[in-house]
């Protein structure tokens, strides 16, 4: 069956792009908007899919996405000529959140492939990140839609918040959430 990329989501295009990687030894890790499109059923556009690689060397990464029809444009960017909507980025790793870098993502079992992507809660601490750190206003935003879209372990983000130093925006944060938490 061919992959519909003109109609895919950021869900379908990170199965399967994620899938095909770890098939040929490519170990990568979701994070970014995309897990918030995720997370939140679609309510929140990423427009791209921020892939971390977790193995050391990476050299065939190229040849790996040239096979399921991706085009790299830049240094990090792979985009599909039948998917506009949506392209690829590989920023470097490792992962980190913040001051955190001891990050274990979720992993999901897709037709035999082990993919990963970052926890609910991990999402939310780094979607907070960038409003503590950049004041994108729009990252506390959406670490609401995936807290009221998810099960999230509030008191690790709040330690979280409290390690960054960012105490005040833990407490904007949990704001947000006592409508929803009634």
């Not at 999901?108 to 992507?117: D, F, L, R, T």
């Not at 990252?139 to 330690?159: F, M, R, T």
């Amino acid at each position: 069956m061919k992959f519909d990329f003109k109609n895919c989501s950021e869900e379908a295009l990170w199965k399967y792009v994620a899938s095909h990687l770890n098939k040929k030894g490519i170990d990568t890790v979701l994070v970014g908007g995309a897990v918030v499109s995720i997370y939140t059923k679609g309510a929140y556009k990423s427009g791209d899919l921020d892939f971390i690689t977790t193995n050391l060397f990476v050299d065939d990464l190229p040849e790996a996405m040239a096979e399921i029809g991706f085009k790299k444009t830049s240094k990090r960017h792979y985009e599909h000529p039948e998917c506009p909507h949506l392209f690829v980025e590989f920023p470097p790793g490792p992962i980190g959140i913040g001051e955190e870098l001891n990050i274990e993502p979720d992993v999901m079992n897709v037709k035999g492939a082990a993919i990963k992507i970052l926890s609910p809660t991990d999402s939310v601490k780094d979607r907070l990140a960038s409003y503590i750190h950049f004041q994108d206003r729009d990252g506390l935003d959406q670490a609401l839609l995936i807290a009221k879209s998810q099960p999230i372990k509030l008191d690790a983000v709040l330690k979280w918040c409290e390690r960054e130093g960012a105490i005040d925006a833990f407490e904007e944060f949990k704001q947000g959430l006592e409508p929803y938490s009634k």
